[in-house]
């Protein structure tokens, strides 16, 4: 009711054709750069559309094309419309290296936005910044991005898995005092890093198992039983959400029942619960729901559980605008995508009327305004990472419920975590951020 | 245990034996006169040389002008070239088939970036230190293989292509597992710094396809290459006729891997990084479809097949695309224009798109290497 209601609001702010943006009000724009005319902007990214990691993933882009389509029907970034290419490399680097030639190459882009994966991106992100093209808001959480001097035209944006380790591990040694722990994570620099997080802050001597995984082997039975016969209380898990399901299935067959605690990437409730039922065949109405109950995991936006917070409301509004028809459940996936999206059209209007490739990189330098996430983003010029905080959760009837404040920490082995109190900033009446 | 293959020894039938002589005669004709230009004859190697010039004079031309992503196209389609070739000439020519030289391009893609990441070595010396890899595991290979036949030959090289990649997940400090190894070599300095990369590498790529094509004209010309023939149309008789079997496919075998091993590299080199999914085991069904595609034993159609290889499955996907079919619908329409491809190139020219293309224009050049096809596409 709430959601047929946002939609009429939204369709009527549509028809009375006020445009804040200034859209019609083409003069003075020029063809600054590759990939930009005086009405468009168009920008490319590799998703997995397909295959394992698509499960979840392949919401992302649609969802941040469906923020820029609203932006686009409200005057766009200074009147120029996004036009965002998103082609399918499903999850392989093999096929990521050829989708972002084709997008630099042949398509032209200005920017690749947004490109998913940690294996998948590490395989182009030379040649992109070999391009010259700018390379902001990868979907991964690796600390690879963060690397100016090597890297200078590539920028992180969700919280950096080392960063998450660590506020994971804080919250585990806090909360768990004593307990055995056991790890299970993707056997690429997602999982490592988010273990060299871990294991800054959890005491050596309770760690009893790391077990690891790799993407393309579905079978993890032996790994899940190297958990149980190693007595693991606590279970972090470091995995795409494929890898999650598969870890409760398979941990529910063996009778093994520790304390799950889940990285933020593989712990979206709404996919978790929709995969479980599918990976179990078990059509019984709340069966994914059943399973997921009782996950601890961390999230750097709003959880979709607060319907008050401006930002959810907005992007849920949005999502029955342009989505509904397409993507079943307004969940994680989609609010991520349209996040990421916001921040790309914050960086567009900072670079200015008539950016080059140039002024957008040294625009994200100069460092953005917090916008969507719970916590301030690191940029700078000598740090290309993204979103520095997050509060952990318990899952509860497939919702993300926060047990706690939000916490914000750096990258390093002794730097401190502390809890940032300052509110979120409330979202912009007219859901564009202001140039 | 009966195992043993027919024994092409001392002992066979004299009526056996005769038709062994009659079919090495037929299927192993003594090498052709040189062709003739005007009244002078031209020697083989001179005329192979030639062309190759001359592509590599159209292919220089062409690569400054078709644009950035056509030149990394072309280098991709070098780099299948490559491996094609080797695979159309062991299938073509000796007649043992393999479905796992996926495994040997590993081997050279692999030992290219550990030349380059631990020893910094110069893109040549990788090359043929990754090829001389690749022919090594190709020669171990190869005297195990030389003792199967048919569907068992295939079992094992399908199997090698499937275990092969699996070691860089079981040695992941040294090869990177899954994520792979990343490996970037940048334009050479003596081409001036506004030299693209991707016309960079299809220079080399294309430079090392040529090489690689003149060799191997060369060698199915020579008394190799009839040798090769002479077992694939009758082992008993080539045996008989005096010629060592087990060596000669063995040979075979390392020439093939090593052809795999050099396309193996220029993928590698092409692409900028080693993954286990950059050689898994749909690489080697590809390669096997090229070689098919194009005409068994054809290295023209080797060619051919690879450059269907790369063009048809991205042409369709932003055709599809580009026709208001969603990303995740339109990247499966390669997979299927692939199979109806394979099955109309099939019906209508069994021997493949060289095989075909010579029916067509009826070029009757009765050479040894195109003999045998015709025989068999008519037929």
Redo the contacts between chains.
Sequence with gaps: MAALATLGLLAAACSSGGSPGGAGNNSGLTASDTGITPTTITIGSH?P??GIA?PGY?EIAPAANAYFSYVNAHGGIFGRKIDYK???D?Y???MT??VV??LI??DKVFAIFNGLG??TH???A??IN?EHVPDVFVASGCECWNAPSTLPDTFGWQLDYVREGKILGKYIAQHFKGKKIGFFYQ???FGQDGVKGLSYEIPKSQIVAKQSY????IKIGPQVAALKAAGAQVVVSFTVPAFTALLKLNMLGLKFAPQLVVSDVGSDPITLAGLLASFAKNKTAGFGNSLTQGIITDNYLPSLGQTSNSWISLFQSIYQQYLAKTIPAFDGNVLYGMSVGYTFVQAMFKAGKNPTRADLIGAINKGLAQGVAVAPFAYSGGDHNGITGAYIGTIKNGVLVPNTGVYVTDDSAAGAITTDSTPQPAAPANGIPSP | MSTSPPGPYPGSSPDEQSRAAALVKESAPPAPPARKLGPFPVPTLARHLGIAVLAAVVLAVASAMI???RD?ELAEIAAFVVAVAGLTVLIGLSGQISIGNGAFMAVGGYTAALAFLHLQWPLAAILLAATAAAALAGAIFGVAAARLRGPYLAGATLMLAVALPALS?QF?SVLG????L?F?I?VPGFLGASFS??RWQAWFNCAVALLVLVLLANLTRSRVGRNWRALRDDEVAAALAGLNVARLQTVAFIVSASCAGAGGVLLAVW???V????FALGLSIQLLTAAVLGGLGSLVGAIWGSAILVIVP?FLANFATSHGMT??KS??VPILAYGVVLIVVMVAFPGGIQGGLIRFFNLRRRRPADYHQEERGTT
Excluded: K
Aim: proline content about 5%.
């Design positions: 998703q559309l397909t698509a392949s998103y082609l399918n499903q392989n680097p093999t290296a050829t030639h084709q190459l042949q940690t294996p590490l395989a182009v030379q040649f070999s056997n690429d620099e790799d993407p393309t082997n | 644009g950035d992503y990394y997940t992941q597992g899954d994520q792979g990343g970037y940048n990369l991707s692409i900028g990084t993954s286990t999914s950059l991205t990303q995740a990247s499966s």
